[in-house]
């Protein structure tokens, strides 16, 4: 019997931890059938044929079971799919939109209040020799293009299921358990220049439209993420958009080879040139969804927010747009944090390319195949002056008055940095003066009399991090459209809650209505917090102000820029956590207004 447990407990943690590899990973349901065959069988042969025989014959069984575990684990590895435009299995057709390719169909949603066109081409797709050259327009088809399911994410790096799963559990708080809707992993392609649009169903007409740029620090990403779901505002007659761009070296690498070829003399913005045909195709053909091309309103965050920085001091998007909304990053510094880099130091790094690839010139890189392009070395997720897409330092243009948002809508969060430290950043007393002099360099004997690092250095560390990366670039744009004399709002989202809090990107579910695809994580006042700042971007994009009947005042930023919207535990105004911080970083960044 002493015997018997031994085996019954190694065999249920065997099958627990198994069990729970195969639904993290995502395998398909023929590994669980394969699995739960093979375990029964393994347990009669066991206890029936295995019980009287010596301890090789029972070392011998453990050894082919865990084999055929491996390889039923193989075999069902999830398959690479396109993701469906909506949730609902067999979703109804919409009607035929003309846009000027040709005609396309999307779907409805549930209850058939929202229609979903995704997979809309809004350039062709940049392979071959249209690798790191400007977006081509897009081919027109014939027939009637069926627009139910999102184009490919961007090619990219990506890790196993296992990893990305774990980590969205373990820090996220966010896994859907047991569904076999959701064992496939989403495709990955160069071919990913693609729109998606969700708009209020039936015969509609100006319609306010809110174009949006995923984050991902210009390396990674996907705009079929269910936090970029833009149903809920479609539900308020709101057109939402969001699409794919180039990333990581596809998008961001610099070869004077390649601006020698370019009849605009560009290079190291491809991703950026992406963006900006994209919104130039919204323009043009939002209004066959019954969007108003006259009032759209560019949204992003993260390297999104950063991207829709660099939209708003772009010469090729002057009339495409009016308003912007900013979340979490932003490149409107004299020296940007992230996300931005000198066009030298954008050239410099082009070798590390050669060398790793042994090419010889930009045929031969562009000959490789993308999943081994993507290794490349090197830290391609910067936007740089190139003189065409961007032609200065995005502070000078805003000092000149030439960015072209009206207004603008801006903020962060309370936590921003915590989820870059949690891994591989470790922070003590002993060396925590020099980690900060890597960041914030001249800034950190200032910083150090405000955060001293003594008795929690990892959180003092945190909290500059969050200020320097990200909060004092949405301070200095605002400052820069205050004096301009153009209406900002500045907020502070401090909610904290069972999934993201207050960390970067945990405002996401709340700004876009999407509270319900991690129920578990939320609380009736976090789905009251995300309508009630849902109702001030619904009013923003309408009319370029936030403020509307019964909600709190927001006002100019310009009338006490001390003070923030707090978006939390309550909805208030209160004062900018990191005004001294932001006073440091001024005189190291020479900042004058």
């Known amino acids: 019997m002493k015997m018997h447990s031994g085996f019954i407990i190694l065999y249920v943690i065997v099958t627990v931890l198994y069990g729970l590899l ?75 939109v003309t846009v000027a390719q040709g005609d396309l169909t999307g779907v409805y949603n549930g209850d058939r209040s929202v229609e979903v066109y995704a997979g809309i081409p809004y350039a062709k797709p940049p392979v071959g020799n249209l690798r790191w050259k400007e977006p081509q327009a897009p081919d027109s088809w014939s027939g009637v293009r069926v627009c139910d399911h999102f184009a490919p ?84 007659g709101i057109v939402f958009v969001d699409f794919g761009y180039r990333l990581n070296v596809f998008g961001y690498f610099a070869d004077e080879a390649l601006a ?41 965050e993260s390297a999104g927010s950063s991207s829709v920085g660099a939209l708003c001091v772009s010469p090729l998007t002057e009339g495409l747009f009016r308003r912007a909304i900013a979340e979490s990053s932003g490149i409107c510094v004299n020296t940007p944090y992230h996300t ?13 390319v050669y060398d790793m690839f042994g090419a010889k010139s930009v045929e031969d890189l562009r000959s490789l195949p993308a999943r081994e392009l993507v290794k490349a070395v090197g830290a391609y997720n910067s936007m740089t002056v190139d003189g065409y ?107 904290t809650n069972k999934g993201l809090s207050a960390n970067h990107a945990g405002e996401m579910p709340y700004f876009y209505g999407n509270l319900d695809t991690q129920p578990q994580n939320y609380t009736p006042w976090d789905h009251e917090l995300s309508e009630t700042i ?29 003070q923030v919207l707090e978006f939390g535990d309550h909805i208030g105004l209160t004062t900018n956590v990191y005004l001294d911080v932001y006073h440091a970083l001024d005189k190291a960044q020479e900042w004058a207004e």
């Open 22 to 96: 195969l639904e993290l990973s995502l395998n398909t349901v023929p590994g669980w059938i394969l699995f739960g065959i093979l375990m029964t069988a393994f347990f009669i042969f066991r206890m029936k044929v295995l019980d009287n025989l010596g301890i090789l014959p029972r070392l011998g069984a453990w050894c082919v079971l865990f084999v055929a575990l491996f390889l039923i684990f193989k075999i069902t590895y999830p398959p690479y799919a396109l993701v469906p435009a909506v949730r609902e299995k067999n979703p109804e057709a919409t009607g035929v």
């Open 340 to 352: 931005f880099r000198a066009y030298d130091e954008a050239l410099e790094m082009k070798q590390k």
């Open 534 to 562: 849902m109702d001030y971007i619904e009013n923003f994009a309408r009319i370029g102000n936030p403020n509307g009947d019964g909600l709190p005042a927001w006002p100019d930023f310009s009338e006490d820029p001390t």
């Open 389 to 495: 897409a961007i032609t200065e330092q995005p502070a000078e243009t805003y000092r000149k008055g030439e960015n072209h948002e009206e207004a603008l809508l801006n903020g962060y969060n309370a936590t921003e940095a915590d989820v870059f430290t949690i891994l591989g950043t470790k922070v003590t007393k002993e060396n925590y003066k020099e980690i900060l002099e890597g960041e914030i360099g001249e800034a950190t004997e200032d910083v150090l009399a405000l955060y001293p690092g003594t008795s929690h250095p990892k959180d003092d560390y945190n909290a500059v991090m969050s200020a320097a990366w990200f909060a004092y670039s949405h301070y200095t744009w605002s400052r820069l459209m205050a004096a301009e004399g153009r209406p900002v709002y500045h907020y502070w989202f401090t909610r």
């Open 260 to 300: 020698a070829e370019s009849p605009n003399g560009t290079t190291g913005n491809y991703g950026l040139l992406d963006q900006i045909a994209a919104l130039q195709w919204v323009h043009d053909n939002i209004a066959a969804f019954g969007g108003d091309p006259d009032n759209i309103t560019i949204a992003g």
């Open 153 to 236: 994410r961007f090619m990219q790096n990506e890790n196993s299921t296992l990893w990305d799963n774990l980590v969205m559990l373990v820090i996220y708080n966010e896994f859907e358990w047991f569904d076999p809707s959701n064992n496939y992993r989403e495709e990955l392609s160069e071919d990913a220049l693609y729109v998606n649009v969700w708009k209020p169903a039936g015969d509609i007409s100006d319609c306010p439209v809110i174009f949006f740029v995923h984050g991902g620090s210009l390396q990674t990403g996907t705009p079929s993420y269910d936090q970029y779901n833009g149903e809920a505002f479609a539900k308020r």
